[in-house]
């Protein structure tokens, strides 16, 4: 190959000049945030734990690790239900746990976790999403620096564990009962004590007899804190929590921080851990209630009727007392109710004459 002494000389002053500039760094190596989640739940434990670690590698993942979670379990930061503090004052970037914990802030949160008696969890996931719940829950959450988002639901809960049989409303009268956001208050009114106590603690306070009763989730989640080993009586429905929203916050400087595709990747992967953690909750209820009660004596009982006319009657009184202490929980509520009305109209006419169809058929066969 011919070369002019001008080809070389300029060649060789280029090559010159290449060696004297910094090389380009790769775009996916650009730009990389590591974002502390405070977690209220203990690491990896069945269900909650692990979803919180799921939804850190999905945020993780679907940004090509520009943006990185790492998970603090209960306690490693801050404890359990000082996660949203934490993360609101910049200790954290996001938190992962349940709304209704905040509710000394504002009673407000409660409608973002469950209500006594209130929606379901599909039917709840369709306030948030198209009821104008999530612009509601901006407003509230912007006043302490948070941005949130649903990320999971257990569904539908159990009525919880007790030493001793339920039978009348005066069964309720003298005992302490981890439970709370309104559910709590319900139960206060009718003679129990309700204890708020974190979800690393329960357990211990059981067994101890620190308390007579517990709720938790359901029979998954329950198997796997041992509950049985210390009360064999096993309520349902639910009543209190009839879905538990289990949110993550955005320390919402941090949130305006990023780019509108990763926050768009973000709620994307927000809904996409909702969908997931429910699916799951049912995926592995059925064969542990089956343990529970073929394999270590739980004792199945459904609330009377009459015990669960009355906690409705009292619970409608508690969350329409909250609605009147200041104008925005107000808002809240009458969204809240104007939905819940139109739901259960669907609910009643198609999902609950279904399912009892359904055990109808299965029931004789």
């Given at each position: 190959?011919?070369?002019?002494?001008?080809?070389f000389?300029?060649?060789?002053?280029?090559?010159?000049?290449?060696?004297?500039?910094?090389?380009?760094?790769?775009?996916?190596?650009?730009?990389?945030?590591?974002?502390?989640?405070?977690?209220?739940?203990?690491?990896?434990?069945?269900?909650?734990?692990?979803?919180?670690?799921?939804?850190?590698?999905?945020?993780?993942?679907?940004?090509?690790?520009?943006?990185?979670?790492?998970?603090?379990?209960?306690?490693?930061?801050?404890?359990?239900?000082?996660?949203?503090?934490?993360?609101?004052?910049?200790?954290?970037?996001?938190?992962?746990?349940?709304?209704?914990?905040w509710?000394?802030?504002?009673?407000?949160?409660?409608?973002?976790?469950?209500?006594?008696?209130?929606?379901?969890?599909?039917?709840?996931?369709?306030?948030?999403?198209?009821?104008?719940?999530q612009?509601?829950?901006?407003?509230?959450?912007?006043?302490?620096?948070?941005?949130?988002?649903?990320?999971?639901?257990?569904?539908?809960?159990?009525?919880?564990?007790?030493?001793?049989e339920?039978?009348?409303?005066?069964?309720?009268?003298?005992?302490?009962?981890?439970m709370?956001?309104?559910?709590?208050?319900?139960?206060?009114?009718?003679?129990?004590?309700?204890?708020?106590?974190?979800g690393?603690?329960?357990?211990?306070?059981?067994?101890?007899?620190?308390?007579?009763?517990?709720?938790?989730?359901?029979?998954?989640?329950?198997?796997?804190?041992?509950?049985?080993?210390?009360?064999?009586?096993?309520?349902?429905?639910?009543?209190h929590?009839?879905?538990?929203?289990?949110?993550?916050?955005f320390?919402l400087?941090?949130?305006?921080?990023?780019?509108?595709?990763?926050?768009?990747i973000?709620?994307?992967?927000?809904?996409?851990?909702?969908?997931?953690?429910?699916?799951?909750?049912?995926?592995?209820?059925?064969?542990?209630?089956?343990?529970?009660?073929?394999?270590?004596?739980?004792?199945?009982?459904?609330?009377?009727?009459?015990?669960?006319?009355?906690?409705?009657?009292?619970?409608?009184?508690?969350?329409?007392e909250?609605?009147?202490?200041?104008?925005?929980?107000?808002?809240?509520?009458?969204?809240?109710?104007?939905?819940?009305?139109?739901?259960?109209?669907?609910?009643?006419?198609?999902?609950?004459?279904?399912?009892?169809?359904?055990?109808?058929?299965?029931?004789?066969?």
């Amino acid at each position: 190959m011919n070369m002019s002494r001008k080809d070389f000389v300029r060649g060789a002053a280029l090559a010159g000049l290449g060696a004297t500039l910094p090389l380009a760094t790769p775009a996916i190596a650009q730009g990389r945030r590591e974002l502390k989640m405070a977690s209220a739940w203990v690491k990896n434990f069945p269900g909650f734990g692990t979803a919180a670690e799921r939804l850190a590698q999905r945020i993780t993942t679907m940004t090509d690790g520009r943006l990185s979670v790492r998970v603090f379990a209960a306690g490693e930061l801050v404890p359990p239900f000082e996660v949203f503090d934490a993360v609101s004052t910049g200790t954290a970037d996001l938190y992962h746990g349940v709304e209704f914990w905040w509710q000394g802030k504002s009673k407000a949160f409660n409608f973002f976790t469950t209500t006594p008696f209130g929606l379901t969890p599909t039917e709840i996931k369709s306030w948030v999403y198209y009821g104008g719940g999530q612009e509601l829950w901006d407003e509230l959450a912007a006043n302490y620096n948070v941005k949130s988002f649903l990320v999971g639901n257990p569904g539908v809960q159990m009525g919880g564990w007790f030493r001793n049989e339920i039978n009348s409303l005066d069964d309720f009268r003298g005992i302490t009962m981890r439970m709370g956001g309104f559910g709590g208050e319900v139960i206060r009114r009718v003679g129990a004590t309700p204890a708020s106590i974190p979800g690393t603690e329960v357990y211990q306070a059981l067994q101890s007899g620190a308390i007579d009763a517990t709720e938790w989730v359901g029979p998954w989640n329950d198997l796997a804190k041992g509950f049985h080993q210390v009360a064999k009586f096993y309520y349902y429905p639910g009543w209190h929590e009839p879905s538990s929203n289990v949110s993550a916050g955005f320390n919402l400087d941090v949130w305006n921080e990023l780019s509108a595709a990763d926050r768009e990747i973000i709620k994307v992967a927000c809904q996409a851990e909702n969908d997931e953690m429910e699916a799951e909750f049912h995926a592995n209820n059925g064969s542990a209630l089956d343990v529970l009660v073929t394999e270590q004596g739980v004792q199945l009982r459904a609330y009377s009727d009459d015990v669960l006319m009355a906690l409705g009657q009292m619970s409608q009184e508690v969350v329409a007392e909250a609605a009147s202490e200041d104008a925005f929980t107000r808002r809240v509520y009458d969204s809240y109710m104007a939905f819940h009305a139109e739901a259960r109209r669907v609910t009643e006419t198609s999902h609950q004459p279904f399912a009892r169809a359904r055990a109808m058929v299965f029931s004789a066969t």
